[in-house]
């Protein structure tokens, strides 16, 4: 009898897939991505196990339009029967996680739809047939230079993130030769491959170099710039020594991201590395560094891949479940699985990944393996999920010969010597030249504690000088501190905020900038979505009270450029009584307020104040989904939490609810074709993503009882697409005022 895979309706059997076929080739795709970190006997296995139960009369009869069947529990249960050696055992029990997971998820190991409860139900019998045609090995499935934890709790995390590795591998593998059999059924060709990194990397840093060299020859022969050349050349000159964890530790305007991007185009030269991850932690900031990454390495779309999306990707994955597209269809969906060589992305696109649990999420996981990792503005990632985030960055460059640069002005204090569970960071691995040094070289503000400063006084103050920018800590203050500067007579008031969409906050910065280089006025009140990364260059900047961290990204947007004097350029901090800090922010304003050092952006007060918030915090708060408790190992085995893990662990736990905006012709198009079913909602998620403002769920729900939101298309799409149906109520200058939603709609109020 033959045994299929793959079916194609209204064609003869003859051309579907043959399943041994589509098992030896998902094992060797699974096998080649998990050579790198030398598990490719264990993603062999997965491979050819993960579909056995297709070898049952009742999958075949599925195939013509029979019942559903569990093809995948059976072959995590043979997993576990074929290793002998206990070593091995351990190994083919996370392998048969990784099976039993590979459509619906990585399941835990006890519990409800667990993997001891599905492994342990009566399954369909299958054709022996299968041990002849795959021949399946489970012995030697993990290297013997693997390096374990001091600690059970430590080895733990590290075997659960060995299993999400095996898993990506698997996914991955499954996904590319499905999608590869129907493109070649259908005739078609899907734009996956990518140009491989060790193929142009001379040529990338060629291109590097003839950037810097025009950037050298434009640039005034002033301090600063003296400094960002010696911060390069010291960085490159670092890129040498082993993989690992490094620190990049250089004062903003120190010319940071170039020397980032140096080292690792030089240190993937210099080890063979595949691949260069940028991660970000704003979205309003990616697209401004995806474009000078394209912009030195003259890059037209074909070397770096941004990665970042306001919708939800698993959600995206159950509409079209839901919906009943076909299995072709939903390969289209799969979202990037960052084959490029050069990736842009997110802080919660790399970390949930690393802690999730389905396959969408979790298939790009093993292309981070021998791949050099910046993570940009380091200080930012939450505090709540630190530890599992410092133990996966860890696992990376420990047994997956990653690299990872923690790169920030404001290092956090996450070596071992600072944090319990911190990072094994020796200054040695420190790329900037003598980081005390170039922060007093680069001094260029003087940070004032202002006091108690109503709106009505820090107006006062704002019109006291021609350009100034006003930091604070919602959207709620913003709005109402710009109406009272634009009723002073401010016409040249800029509101920015999160009220805006991601495009129309690109217009506004363009604007924005071309003013101040102009010199005209230019008074801009903002919240901290302007702190991380966004290059603005202004004479005075009020920040209200907030974590040390903040305080000196905000002093980053004054005298950037270190043209003006330092007594001239004045950072105030002050204190909102109409606005007070949220309770969270608020607490760092208070450990901030406890440092008592004379220079508060000095790397030594940094220091002392992230000691202080890790004191305050304690080991539970940063880990609030006992992530690194979960592994916990009882008697001699672990318990893999995956999916419980996987479905609590958010970084930003804000409750946002996304509403799109048509705000350009781009928006309005893909908006159109959410009623065309050729459209995956995949890509256009993707496509609507910078059109996006996040807004409360108790807002969104009035926005769509009244009539002034819908969801576009619910036939097609379900509830994801959300989209604004009254343009007044966005308006150009402050973005959307969903407070005036409480009132119905024209069209409902006629309806009515």
């Not at 022996?128 to 489970?138: F, G």
């Not at 964890?245 to 170039?258: A, E, R, W, Y």
């Not at 450990?591 to 539970?620: C, Q």
Request: proline share 5%; hydrophobic share 40%; aromatic share 6%.
């Amino acid at each position: 009898m033959d045994y299929f895979a793959h079916s194609l309706p209204d064609r003869p059997k003859s051309e579907w897939q043959q399943l041994v076929e589509h098992l030896c080739s998902t094992a060797d795709r699974a096998s080649r991505n998990a050579e790198k970190f030398g598990a490719g006997r264990a993603a062999t296995l997965a491979g050819l196990l993960h579909d056995l139960g297709k070898y049952s009369a009742e999958f075949q009869k599925r195939l013509e339009g029979g019942e559903a069947v569990d093809h995948a529990t059976a072959g995590a249960r043979e997993a576990m029967a074929l290793a002998a050696q206990p070593r091995d055992k351990l190994i083919a029990e996370i392998v048969a996680h990784a099976i039993a997971g590979h459509h619906a998820g990585l399941p835990d190991s006890v519990g409800a739809a667990s993997l001891e409860e599905r492994v342990g139900k009566k399954l369909h019998a299958l054709d022996p047939v299968w041990r002849e045609e795959i021949a399946p090995v489970a012995d030697g499935l993990i290297k013997q230079s693997f390096k374990a934890g001091a600690s059970r709790q430590t080895l733990a995390f590290q075997l659960a993130f060995f299993g999400r590795m095996i898993f990506s591998c698997l996914v991955d593998a499954d996904f590319r030769d499905t999608e590869a059999f129907y493109d070649r059924a259908e005739g078609r060709s899907s734009p996956r491959e990518w140009t491989i990194l060790p193929d142009i990397i001379d040529a990338l840093r060629g291109r590097f170099d003839e950037h810097m060299a025009k950037l050298g020859a434009r640039a005034e022969a002033t301090p600063i710039n003296a400094l960002r050349a010696e911060v390069l050349a010291h960085t490159r000159k670092q890129a040498d020594l082993p993989r690992g964890l490094f620190t990049l530790s250089v004062p903003t305007g120190g010319g940071k991201t170039l020397a980032s991007l140096a080292f690792a185009l030089d240190h993937a030269k210099r080890h063979g590395m595949e691949r260069i991850v940028y991660a970000i932690p704003f979205t309003s900031i990616i697209d401004q560094t995806a474009a000078i990454f394209r912009s030195v390495l003259q890059d037209e779309n074909d070397i770096v891949l941004e990665h970042h999306s306001s919708v939800d990707e698993e959600r995206i994955d159950d509409e079209d479940r839901r919906h009943g597209r076909e299995a072709r269809e939903k390969l289209k969906l799969a979202m990037e699985d960052w084959a490029a060589p050069v990736i842009v992305t997110t802080n919660v696109q790399l970390f949930e990944s690393l802690h999730a649990d389905r396959p969408s999420r979790c298939r790009r996981l093993h292309n981070l393996a021998n791949s050099v990792i910046i993570l940009d503005e380091a200080q930012t990632i939450p505090l709540h999920v630190l530890r599992p985030c410092l133990a996966a960055l860890n696992e990376l460059a420990l047994n997956y010969g990653a690299t990872i640069v923690l790169c920030t002005a404001t290092q956090p204090a996450v070596r071992k010597v600072d944090f319990e569970d911190g990072l094994d960071l020796p200054p040695e691995r420190e790329l900037a030249p003598d980081p005390q040094r170039l922060h007093r070289q680069l001094q260029r503000v003087r940070v004032e504690k202002l006091g108690v400063l109503d709106d009505d006084a820090l107006v006062g103050q704002l019109g006291q000088t021609s350009q100034g920018l006003v930091i604070v800590n919602s959207r709620a203050h913003a709005l109402a501190l710009y109406r009272k500067a634009r009723d002073a007579g401010f016409d040249d008031a800029v509101h920015l905020s999160t009220r805006q969409c991601a495009a129309h906050r690109r217009d506004i910065l363009a604007h924005v900038r071309e003013t101040l280089k102009s010199g005209k006025p230019c008074r801009v009140i903002a919240t901290s979505l302007v702190e991380a990364g966004v290059d603005l260059d202004f004479p005075r900047v009020w920040r209200a009270e907030a974590g040390l961290d903040q305080i000196a990204q905000a002093a980053g947007r004054c005298n950037r450029e270190g043209k003006r004097e330092i007594d001239e350029s004045i950072v105030g901090i002050f204190q909102s009584p109409d606005f007070p800090p949220p309770r969270e922010i608020r607490q760092f304003a208070d450990d901030m307020r406890r440092i008592r050092h004379s220079d508060l952006l000095s790397p030594e007060a940094i220091r002392e104040y992230f000691g202080e918030v890790y004191w305050r915090k304690g080991k539970k708060a940063l880990d609030k989904f006992d992530v690194m408790d979960a592994w916990l190992l009882a008697f001699d085995k672990p318990n893999f939490n995956y999916r419980s893990i996987g479905r609590s662990f958010r970084m930003i736990e804000s409750g946002m609810t996304p509403v799109i905006i048509p705000w350009d012709e781009k928006a309005q198009e893909a908006v159109d074709n959410l009623g065309l079913e050729a459209f995956p909602s995949g890509r256009l998620a993707r496509l609507l993503q910078p059109c996006i403002v996040q807004t409360p769920p108790s807002a969104r729900r009035l926005l769509l009882e009244n009539g002034h939101a819908a969801f576009v298309h619910p036939e097609l799409r379900g509830d994801q697409f959300a989209v604004l149906q009254s343009p007044g109520l966005y308006k150009p200058d402050v973005g959307l005022l969903w407070e005036d939603a409480d009132y119905l709609s024209e069209e409902n109020w006629l309806i009515g």
